[in-house]
C-alpha cells in the first residue's frame, strides 16, 4: 500500500512568518507534487519534482518554494505567509515507471494564516 | 483560465439511480484522463482513468468515457450507494515517461439519498 505521510496535519501561522510543509513517502517514487486546495478551485498544482535536488513550478507557485533533499522527502516553504495562502495543502507521490500516472496522496495539511 | 472544468459544483442522486459527472479540458495534447474520489477530511483517490488511445473504459458500476474532438470526458455510476457519496474530482494532464502531471477540475459534490 502507497504511503505519504505529511506533517504538519495542521498549523496556524501569522502572516509574515515563515512556514514548512514536509512530507515523506516509502513508495520509492520519483515524481512528488504539491498541490493546494480550495473550495471552488479543485486541487491546483504549486510545485513538482522528479528527482532529488531538482523541483519545477507548478501552475501556482508564486509566494511558495519546494525543496527535495531526498527521494522520500519533498517539503513546501512559504517565507513570507499571507492570508490568501490560507488552504488545505496536500502532497502526492507517482512512480515514473508505472503505466497508470496514479497520484498516491498524502492525508492534507490544513493552514491557517491569521 | 480553467483548464479543466466541471460543469456542476453538486448533483444529488436517489439511491439505485444512475449520475453522469462532466468534465472539459482546453488543451487537446491531453492524453491522461482520471477520476478522483474524495471524503471529507481524507485525501484523493483514483477511481478510474483512461488513456487517449481509448474512448470508453468500464470497471464495476464505474464507467469513463472519453470524447477527444469534444474535449470531452465523463463518468457514468450505476446503481448508485449511499457511500457514493463524496466530492469527484476529474483531472486530466499528459503522461509522460509514465508519471502525469494532472491538472484538476473543481469538484463535483454528490450527494446519494437512501
Known amino acids: 500500500e502507497a504511503a505519504v505521510t505529511q506533517s504538519p496535519r495542521s498549523k496556524v501561522a501569522v502572516t509574515g512568518g515563515k512556514v514548512t510543509l514536509s512530507c515523506h513517502q516509502t513508495?520509492?517514487?520519483?515524481?512528488m507534487y504539491w498541490y493546494r486546495q480550495d473550495t471552488g478551485h479543485g486541487l491546483r498544482l504549486i510545485h513538482y519534482?522528479?528527482?532529488?535536488?531538482?523541483?519545477e513550478k507548478g501552475d501556482i507557485p508564486d509566494g511558495y518554494k519546494a525543496s527535495r533533499p531526498s527521494q522520500e522527502n519533498f517539503s513546501l516553504i512559504l517565507e513570507l505567509a499571507s492570508l490568501s495562502q490560507t488552504a488545505v495543502y496536500f502532497c502526492?507521490?507517482?512512480?515514473?515507471?508505472?503505466?497508470?500516472?496514479?497520484?498516491?496522496f498524502g492525508e492534507g495539511s490544513k493552514l491557517t494564516v491569521l | 483560465g480553467q483548464q479543466v472544468k466541471q460543469s456542476s459544483p453538486s448533483l444529488t442522486v436517489q439511491e439505485g439511480g444512475i449520475l453522469i459527472l462532466n468534465c472539459d479540458y482546453e488543451n487537446d495534447m491531453f492524453d491522461y484522463f482520471a477520476w478522483y474520489k474524495k471524503y471529507p477530511d481524507n485525501s484523493p483517490t483514483l477511481l478510474i482513468s483512461?488513456?487517449?488511445?481509448?474512448d470508453k473504459r468500464e470497471d464495476g458500476r464505474f464507467t469513463v468515457f472519453l470524447n477527444k474532438s469534444g474535449k470531452h470526458f465523463s463518468l457514468h455510476i450505476t446503481a448508485s450507494q449511499p457511500e457514493d457519496t463524496a466530492v469527484y474530482l476529474c483531472?486530466?494532464?499528459?503522461?509522460?515517461?509514465?508519471?502525469?502531471?494532472?491538472?484538476f477540475g473543481e469538484g463535483t459534490k454528490l450527494t446519494v439519498s437512501s
Open positions: 519534482s522528479y528527482v532529488a535536488d531538482s523541483t
Open positions: 513508495n520509492n517514487h520519483d515524481y
Open positions: 483512461v488513456r487517449s488511445n481509448v
Open positions: 502526492a507521490s507517482s512512480d515514473a515507471g508505472g503505466n497508470t500516472g496514479q497520484l498516491y
Open positions: 483531472a486530466a494532464g499528459l503522461n509522460q515517461g509514465g508519471s502525469a502531471k494532472l491538472i
